[in-house]
Structure formats: C-alpha cells, structure tokens
C-alpha cells in the first residue's frame, strides 16, 4: 500500500533530476538568506552558482552538532520569525539544545512523510495509534502525530510512562499500533507480564513503531515476541523535522530514506570522505524542501550503509540499513574499541536474557554489565545462573575483546527513562 505512490515509486531518473532542482533551490536560498552560511561558503571560496550537479553536494560545508548550537536560538533560520510556526529542539546532553524551526509547509512535509511511512507498515483509518513519545519539545510524538492525523487514524497522545495509564487506554480504545522507544516497549512487555495480561488475547495491538534509540535485530526480536506485534525501523532526527526520515516497508530490509527530501551521504567519519553505497560509515544528511531552516550536509555522527537496489515492495527511494550506533557512541575500554550495540546483540540472543541491561564503567577501566534475567530464569537453579554469567562473559568478550564482570539482576530492576534510554554510567577515574 502507498500513501502516495507517484512520489514514492518515482522512477531514480525522475527522482534525481528533483532532487537536484531541490538542492540547487537550497543553496540558493541559503546563500541569500542564511548569513551562518553565507560565511562559511566565502570562507570557502565557494560561489553558489558553481554548484551545478548532485555529486557537486561535495563541495558544500559541513554542518555539525556545534554548529547548530553555536548558532542557538535562531542563527540558521532563513526567514523571520513571522513565518516560523514552531519551534522544537533537540535534547542536548549538557548546555543549552538546539532549535529547530518550522514554518507551516515545513509541518505539513514533516507529516506528508509520516503518513507515507505509517501506510507503508500497513496503517489505515481503521487504525488506533497510541502514541507513547514524549510530547512536548520534543520532536518525536508532535510530528508523528500529526502525520496519523493526515492518515485519518484515530490518536491516543498518551505520552511516555504510566504504563497501568497505557494499558487502559489500550483496552478501552482498543489501540492497534503503538509508537514509542524499544527500551519502553520492552519494560511495558515485562509490566504486562506482571499484570498477567496475555497482548495477544486481551488487546488488539498489531503494529510497533520503534526507534528514536539504536537498537538490534534480536531486540526487535524480543519487542515482537513478546508483545506480539510486528516491529517497524523508525528513525528520523530533530534536525530534520524528526521523524520520518527513513522507515521500513514490509520487506523490513533497511529502511527507505524519503529522498525527495533528504539527500543522503555516507562518509568516513575520520577524513570526511564519501564511501561507495554498500560500505559502513556517518551518515551525512542535507535537507531538500526545508523552509525555515534547511541545513546542508548535516553530520548525523550515525553509523550505517545505503542500498540503492530496487525494493520489492516497488519503492525507488534508497534504504539505509539499521543504525549500528553513533560515532560519538564509541567507549574505549582497556584500548579496545566498543559500542554499546554490539553487547546488546549478545546479551539478547540469550533467551534467559530478559528486557533491561545497563553497562557501567568504574574505576580504572573495569567493564561491568548488569544484565536483567527473564522472570522465569530469575527463579531458577543457582548453577544454572553460574553457568549462564559464564557463558555471557565469553560471548562477550569474543565479541569485544574485554572481559566485563557480569552482575544478574531481577526482571524490571534496572533503570528505565522516560526518553531515550541510558545505556552507559561512566564513573572511570581515568
Ligand atoms: P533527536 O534529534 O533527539 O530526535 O535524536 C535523533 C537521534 O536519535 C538520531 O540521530 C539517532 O542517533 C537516534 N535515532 C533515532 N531513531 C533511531 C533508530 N530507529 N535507530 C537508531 N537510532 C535512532
Ligand atoms: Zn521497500
């Protein structure tokens, strides 16, 4: 099913002849409006009107996370705030965050691509979305909801937490697609768990979808097993109206990156060079049909590959495989190199393994993961648990070349957020 099927199935040709008047418009405008990079392209050398071809998206600047908050509260906004609608931003781990900026055409895009993605999971009017974001400044329930509205699904703007809250709304409405974290969804699994409720016989859900944090295929795994639904790959970033910017089709063989607005580069995080499609790198993103605030080349610091191959499903835009994580992710621990998503696929390929798992880093260097056991091991044999703690350290330390301590815990035990989960406390006194 397409929402829109002429854009969607855009033959490349077609695609990217738009896509090239659409950057041509971007950088026009951003060098007549945009005195952030009206400077950088002086600094540069560079003249607007020499960009002539898409790979010519290689000579334009850069745009960082510094950047944008250099340029707090409204550096980068083309027009003045009379044409502005909204305004969000972008969470920021320390310091102030960075604004982004809508006008009307801008909110209206950002849900014209939301319903393309909820249509392409198998949504409808028929459809019930509870929509557990965080509402708010947040990009991330605002948008979504918006693009469920277009689609004519009737929405539930429960927002996060309060899970006896979630669940009665889902048996009242009879909610059939849900919209939130994997960590929330794993935490709400183990609470109906507890609660004794069966989702597969008392509610009618049917669809997740998943993202706004970096998960992997066995977590999805787990999410679909236990609540019973079928989990679709959400990703999208403030900085491009967030989300909808990529979103699985029924294949779930990456996801299509809408690319009538979004220009898509992988590059080597290092040196900043382009990477052929196929190869593992940052994804670098330029906006195409932003008004307000469109930003050109933006360093994601997400790491993935892109796929051009034609898709079964007939969609032309390009795919992008699952975010393995974020460059800036990256923990070095006794010189080895290891990201928090390669210790979630071992942990989760172990079915005694339950929903929670939170790595902490002490004194000098020492990796310790405390892992949360599913309720059934919980109550096990002591040897059996031994044996399991043994097992996970090996696995682990094949896969990352350190031998953490591995700490069990009860099922529901650990910390759960609200927004994007915390997967690492770093205390090291290095
Ligand atoms: P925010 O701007 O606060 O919405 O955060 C955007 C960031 O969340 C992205 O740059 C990614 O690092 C992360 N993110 C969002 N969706 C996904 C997803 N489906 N998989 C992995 N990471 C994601
Ligand atoms: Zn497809």
Redesign the pocket.
Known sequence: MFWDREIEALPRPELEALQLARLLRTVRRVGEHVPFYQTRFREMGLDPASVRTLADVRRLPFTTNADLRASYPDGLVVKGPEQVVRLHT??GTTGKPKALFFSRKDVDEAAELIARCLVMAGASQHDVLQNMMTYGL???ALVMHYGAEKVGMLVIPAGPGNSERQLMLMQDFGSTVIHTTPSYALYFADFLERKGIDPRKDLRLRTGLI?????TEETRQKIEDALGITVF???????MN?PGVAFECSERNGMHIWEDDYLVEVIDPETGEPLPDGETGEMVLTSLSREAMPILRYR???ITSIHREPCACGRTHARIE??TG?SDDMLIIRGANVYPQQVERVLMRFPEVGRNYLIRLEGLDEMIVQVELSGATFDGQLEHLVRLQEQIVEKLRAEIMVRPKIELVAPGSLPVSEGKAKRVVDNRKL
């Not at 993202?211 to 998960?215: I, K, T």
């Not at 790959?233 to 900085?239: C, F, P, Q, T, V």
Request: glycine content about 16%.
């Open positions: 972008s969470s947040f990009t991330g993202g706004s944090e970096p998960y790959n959400s990703y999208g970033l403030s900085e967030g994601t610091r997400d699952r975010i974020r």
